[in-house]
């Protein structure tokens, strides 16, 4: 029987909160999709995102690279405790017992978390990628896996169809979400010294040079590249959105919340592509909120399911 959380000790209540408030300070476009869970899923997903972030800030941080592989060696031996269950209720580290919690009332495939930390040390190596194939690889790393580990708190929906395919849509998802991530932050990140798009497309529309002014490259076919990316995007949504069907009610509004986020961005995105070089391009948080009520009234879940069918079909 799944635990309830009147059945926590107090550490472990202190911890999931320490964990939702992380996730309500730093989660931004995560947070409105969240609260549409139940109370122990929302726990959960506090946890997850909150181990998240440490792997994440690590690979932004300041520190050098034989620093930073440190810090990421540590933190998967934090996971591997979890992993053993040798997280106590009163470890020193409240986002490892909020997790070790969360591994024990859900069905957690923590293996993804070893995919976020490889693909951090990607970044942390500053590999880039020549073709969308090897692109593909870093985001199944830090963003597919994510959705894999979500969809462990979210479950499958009793009588859902087509159930063994759900880990294969919530990686696609993750993928069309760290593509749309991309593109928002490709003037951020080459100031950073990171590039993510293909090398072979970077080409292609004369963008070589990389993006660290307010103006694309000279002779570039900046919108053409851009508008190439939304539609890849675009076609991963729409693959990752045959999800939705199996998740129950919440979790389904929870993920067309976050999903929906996104893909208003990425209208925002086509529309101006040169916004992306100006600076980064977001949501008002009423336009959020607005997302979140129509994830929870159903409206989103099922317009998206309606044109998954009709694609499908």
Not at 23 to 28: I, L, P
Not at 147 to 158: C, E, H, N, Q, Y
Not at 166 to 192: C, F, H, K, M, S
Request: with cysteine; charged share 30%.
């Amino acid at each position: 029987m799944q635990t309830t959380t009147t059945d926590l000790s107090p550490q472990v209540q202190a911890a999931y909160r320490y964990c939702e408030a992380v996730t309500g300070t730093q989660a931004r476009n995560f947070a409105y999709g969240i609260r549409l869970l139940p109370h122990d899923k929302r726990q959960a997903m506090s946890a997850l995102y909150a181990f998240s972030r440490r792997i994440d800030d690590i690979g932004d941080g300041g520190l050098g690279p034989d620093a930073k592989q440190s810090r990421l060696a540590a933190t998967r031996d934090v996971l591997d405790r979890v992993r053993r269950g040798g997280v106590a209720d009163d470890d020193t580290d409240p986002v490892a017992v909020a997790l070790a919690d969360a591994a024990r009332r859900f069905p957690l495939p923590l293996e993804g978390f070893d995919e976020l930390i490889d693909g951090v040390l990607m970044d942390v190596r500053g590999e880039t990628y020549e073709t969308w194939d090897d692109l593909k690889v870093y985001c199944r790393c830090v963003a597919g896996a994510i959705g894999r580990l979500s969809l462990g708190v979210f479950g499958t929906a009793p009588g859902a169809r087509d159930v063994e395919r759900a880990p294969e849509y919530a990686d696609t998802l993750g993928l069309a979400l760290q593509l749309t991530n991309i593109l928002r932050d490709v003037r951020e990140d080459a100031a950073n010294g990171r590039t993510y798009l293909p090398a072979d497309e970077l080409a292609k529309f004369g963008c070589a040079e990389g993006f660290r002014t307010a103006t694309p490259p000279p002779d570039a076919d900046f919108a053409g590249l851009v508008h190439h990316e939304v539609r890849r995007a675009r076609a991963l949504f729409t693959e990752g959105y045959r999800l939705l069907p199996m998740l129950d009610r919440r979790s389904g509004a929870c993920v067309a919340a976050m999903a929906g986020i996104y893909r208003r961005l990425l209208d925002r995105i086509e529309r101006d592509p040169e916004a992306v070089l100006r600076g980064r391009v977001s949501l008002p948080g009423r336009e959020k909120a607005y997302v979140a009520v129509r994830g929870l009234s159903g409206l989103d879940t099922r317009t998206i399911s309606r044109r998954t069918t009709r694609r499908r079909a």
